[in-house]
């Protein structure tokens, strides 16, 4: 009697569950989007929640996008606080205003009213009412459009004032997030990354060398005197590309030493060097930090069939140390590496192999960078021309170093052809302009992490880090890939 009484407790639960759901109510700690009724547009935080202003509300027609994407938490007093996937911020009254037309914005998590909503259904939609100033959310003049801001203002009976709510996810789901970096987070080039001592050190490229960069949380971060410059480069320089520009340098650890890889290029030319710096410590402080320029790497020249640009070391299971580089052309490319001295393992006769290329496209392929997770190692590549709405980072997944690597769809890296061979990982959004050369980076945590250089408008490279998922058949997701609420998400408790 007793198990039957407590299946029939257990069938009625769900029979309520089920009916919340069809109403629309909401489930604390479960992620929904509002869009305004009988449309496509959404509530979202507007420059993809990373604005250097203040981000505030707009509806943005739906594509999967964190920013429009909203988890939701219950308070006592019956309000909900909405907090925005792509940052963790919460959907706040602008200065905690009272007045009518007031904006809305994203901050902080604070626990005032001004950050609590009551969501009250109404003629078949929901109002989301200010438990600070009594005032209903709605787009301004009531224009329901693309960019269109939303803001607060008195309760009357109008259609723009309704919202319709979907679930996204259950709750269950563990999303990618972007930080929001603070501090020198510009001229941020190619930027790649490392943790020692309880330190995040980066490097990237400046105008006149290798900048040098420090973080104790990744959030917050101080430029430090340029690791090198390129008038200290040694003289093996002149050879070859006596006015190259510095390029995409790299920071790694081989055995007890340091090493900065970087790349000597003249523009839209294969006359390029790889050079290397060693160092015992990455501590400025450190008396015995100081970058020992190790000379010349690998080189390319006319009739080369590759170019030596964009250098990434990677650490093989037997802990060989191997150096993945190269850029259209006949794309990306790999070699050992001598763990000794950080140079080729065979400098006169180097076996190079490739491992990505775009030639049945427009070749445009560049920043090779390989990381290993468990048994598989993935190859991240920028791909595209670099201008807006054409540059991107795609990834492939391989069981050795030196591959094969295929995309999801199974498409061979080596016969990448336009956007084949490589699964999409990042594309545009708003005030995020080509999202490209990245750096992935698993913290002593195990918290992976996805670095990017993206160009806000009136900006050069910037600085832009997002957490990085798995999903179940091994592939990352981050914060910028292609409807990653959609298609990470549970959708709706069945």
Request: charged share 20%.
């Amino acid at each position: 009697m007793r198990r039957i009484l407590i299946l029939l407790i257990g069938l009625l639960m769900l029979s309520c569950t089920a009916a919340a759901e069809e109403k629309g109510e909401l489930s604390d700690g479960a992620v929904y989007r509002f869009s305004c009724a009988g449309s496509d547009f959404s509530l979202a935080a507007s420059s993809f929640g990373l604005s250097d202003v203040a981000t505030v509300a707009q509806l943005e027609r739906y594509n999967g996008s964190l920013n429009q994407a909203w988890r939701v938490h219950a308070r006592e007093d019956g309000a909900w606080e909405l907090e925005c996937l792509v940052t963790g911020q919460y959907l706040t009254v602008l200065r905690n205003s009272k007045k009518d037309g007031a904006a809305i914005s994203l901050a902080d998590y604070t626990g005032k009213a001004g950050q609590r909503w009551y969501i009250q259904q109404e003629n078949g939609g929901w109002r989301l009412i200010s438990a600070h100033s009594g005032k209903s959310l709605q787009p301004v003049g009531g224009v329901i459009k693309a960019y269109e801001k939303v803001r607060q203002f008195e309760t009357a009976d109008e259609k723009s004032q309704l919202w319709e709510i979907s679930m996204l996810d259950d709750g269950s789901t563990v999303f990618p997030r972007m930080l929001l970096v603070k501090g020198d987070v510009n001229k941020a080039s190619c930027l790649e990354i490392i943790r020692a001592d309880g330190m995040y050190y980066a490097v990237s490229a400046v105008h006149d060398g290798c900048g040098y960069k420090m973080s104790e949380d990744m959030i917050h971060w101080t430029e430090m005197e340029n690791a090198f410059y390129i008038a200290d480069i040694g003289p093996w320089k002149r050879d070859n590309v006596e006015n190259g520009d510095l390029w995409c340098p790299g920071i790694y650890r081989i055995g007890e030493k340091y090493y900065i890889y970087y790349a000597l290029s003249k523009p839209y030319s294969v006359q390029s060097s790889i050079g290397l710096l060693s160092n015992t410590t990455l501590d400025p402080a450190d008396p015995n930090y100081k970058w020992v320029d190790e000379g010349e790497v690998i080189r390319s020249d006319y009739g080369s069939s590759y170019n030596c640009i964009d250098p990434c070391v990677i650490i093989d299971d037997a802990g060989d140390p191997w150096m993945v580089f190269g850029s259209g052309m006949t794309g990306i490319k790999i070699t050992r590496l001598n763990a000794q001295t950080g140079k080729l393992l065979d400098e006169e006769n180097p076996q190079i192999i490739g491992l990505a290329s775009r030639a049945r496209g427009d070749k445009a392929i560049e920043a090779g960078y390989m990381v290993q997770r468990g048994d598989d190692y993935y190859l991240f590549v920028a791909a595209g021309p670099m201008s807006p709405g054409t540059y991107f980072n795609g990834v492939g997944r391989g069981e050795s170093v030196t591959g094969p690597f295929y995309a999801r769809d199974g498409v061979a890296m080596m016969d990448g052809g336009k956007r084949g061979g490589a699964t999409l990982i990042t594309e545009p959004k708003e005030g995020i302009d080509m999202p490209g050369h990245c750096a992935p980076f698993q913290d002593d945590d195990g918290q992976w992490y996805f670095l990017i250089e993206y160009f806000p408008e009136g900006y050069g490279a910037k600085l832009g880090i997002s957490t990085m998922v798995w999903d179940e058949e091994g592939w990352p997701w981050t914060a910028l890939t292609a409807d990653v609420v959609g298609k990470l998400g549970t959708g709706p408790v069945k």
